[in-house]
């Protein structure tokens, strides 16, 4: 069975659904090169950025929080890391950027696609910005109007206008694109602007033939015997795998509200994130973190992975596959509630008796007794939380019976769409409890 794994965005083809998001992977033609060497399909190269300042970095430049002192590094990568840096911009001027865009798309040749990204505070720059790529070899532009650290202003200090802060001009810059660029272009929109499918609608409508959705936040981390910010003294940002959730609801609430092509940014980990963006409608992904801390070449594992789940799915393309979690995200008054006869049971051969579990039933549902955790039925709601804190899977929360054996500690008679049939010796049991 033959699988295809390309996709088109703005009638250009990418061989496989994964691009190098613009970052330091991508900041020099060798660095794209290397990354469409390992089997990227595309790369967005570093941002190039109007203000001086922004193109010189401090020494050193990168902290990962969560990353090594989880344990199981480098063994396993943790969902949790988020990198934290100073490297606003790519680090050359307009001129040279042009030319290393070049060079890359001459390296990589029909194997990848180039993309350009700029961003700007002004909308004069912005249009000499466009020109400068309109002239150059990319195929795609990428406008960030997204960055969490540039233009971040200090508790009482002022701040330049760029990064995320863009977002109150992007309408216009998108409306200027649409006139004067001659490529397909696409907007990085911030996560943290508000109601990110509303800025999709609105970028649509001002033009834009596709989406990034979207970026890192900003954040602050203080330094508590100093009171310092650390670990560059100024407000930066937080991205990486755990924000994938965030990423995913944003796509899945743009998707159906949008009618041109969204690619997926922010929170890929694994192989099966690639599944889920393409899932709620995402065409394409573009990773940073992941390949920060695990190189170029990580892109071969889930390119085999994903070969494997298509073919075990009888998946032959990624179009197959794209949208089809969207209509079954349900609002939450759907979801299935008061399910009866869910008690917590024990699996004494795999129980140590380490009383994780009691420490955390908020029902005082569990007691350790010779060695072993023992769940008191009268007591127990079913939750499942001793399921999820127990570090032997020794216990687990399951339907054992057709009706609850006693009436539920939190769910009352006054619940309208609780009403549990009791039999007399239950609603004795009631009785006496709500006395
Ligand atoms: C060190 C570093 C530098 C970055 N530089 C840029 C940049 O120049 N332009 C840009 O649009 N995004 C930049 N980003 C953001 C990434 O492109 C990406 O949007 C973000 O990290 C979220 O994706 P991830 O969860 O895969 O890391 C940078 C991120 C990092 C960690
Ligand atoms: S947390 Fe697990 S292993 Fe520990 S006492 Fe509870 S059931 Fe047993
Ligand atoms: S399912 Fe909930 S209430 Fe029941 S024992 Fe486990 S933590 Fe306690």
């Known amino acids: 069975m033959s699988i295809d794994l390309s996709c088109e965005i703005c009638d250009v083809t990418f061989k496989n659904p994964f691009i190098l998001s613009s970052a330091t992977p991508t900041k020099t033609a060798r660095n794209i090169s290397r990354g469409i060497e390992a089997g990227w399909a595309g790369a967005v190269m570093k941002t190039l950025v109007p203000l001086e300042y922004a193109r010189v970095y401090p020494r050193p430049r990168f902290k990962i929080y969560w990353l090594k002192d ?189 009618n041109v092509p969204i690619i997926a940014c922010m929170g890929m980990l694994e192989w099966s994130d690639t599944i889920k963006y393409i899932m709620v409608g995402a065409s394409a992904i573009q990773s940073c973190s992941a390949v920060m801390v695990q190189g170029y070449d990580v892109v071969k594992h889930w390119l085999k992975m994903i070969n494997d789940y298509m073919r075990e799915h009888s998946y032959t393309s990624i179009k197959e596959l794209r949208g089809i979690a969207l209509n079954q995200i349900n609002p939450p008054t759907m979801v299935e509630r008061g399910n009866e006869g869910v008690y917590a049971v024990v699996d004494r051969s795999k129980c140590t008796g380490c009383g994780i579990c009691k420490r955390c039933c908020f029902y005082f549902a569990i007691d350790t007794k010779e060695g072993k955790a023992e769940i008191n039925l009268k007591n127990c709601d079913g939750c499942g939380l001793c399921h999820e804190v127990c570090p032997e899977n020794a216990i687990v929360a399951k339907k054992i019976m057709e009706k609850d054996a006693y009436p539920r500690p939190d769910s009352k008679s006054y619940h309208g769409h609780y009403m549990p049939k009791l039999n007399s010796k239950q609603q004795e049991i009631c009785r006496l409890s709500e006395e």
């Open 70 to 258: 989880q344990g199981a590094y480098p063994k396993i990568i943790p969902r949790s890391f988020s990198i934290t840096d100073i490297e606003e911009g790519s680090h050359l001027n307009p001129e040279d950027y042009v030319k290393e865009l070049d060079n890359a798309k001459k390296a990589v040749g029909d194997d990848g696609v180039i993309i350009g990204s700029i961003t700007a505070g002004d909308m004069d720059t912005w249009q000499k910005y466009i020109e400068l790529i309109n002239g150059s070899r990319a195929d795609i532009l990428e406008l960030n109007f997204s960055c969490p650290y540039a233009g971040e202003p200090g508790t009482k200090k002022k701040g330049e206008k760029l990064g995320w802060t863009l977002m109150y001009m992007a309408e216009d810059v998108l409306r200027l694109a649409k006139k004067t660029c001659s490529i397909p272009f696409t907007p990085k929109i911030s996560s943290q602007t508000g109601e990110v499918d509303d800025w999709a609608k609105r970028f649509e409508a001002a033009g834009s033939p596709c989406l990034t959705l979207s970026h890192r936040i900003s954040t602050l981390d203080v330094d508590i015997e100093s009171g310092k910010p650390i670990p560059f003294g100024c407000i930066g940002g937080f991205g990486g795998p755990y924000l994938i959730g965030f990423s995913l609801k944003w796509i899945a609430k743009a998707a159906p509200k949008v």
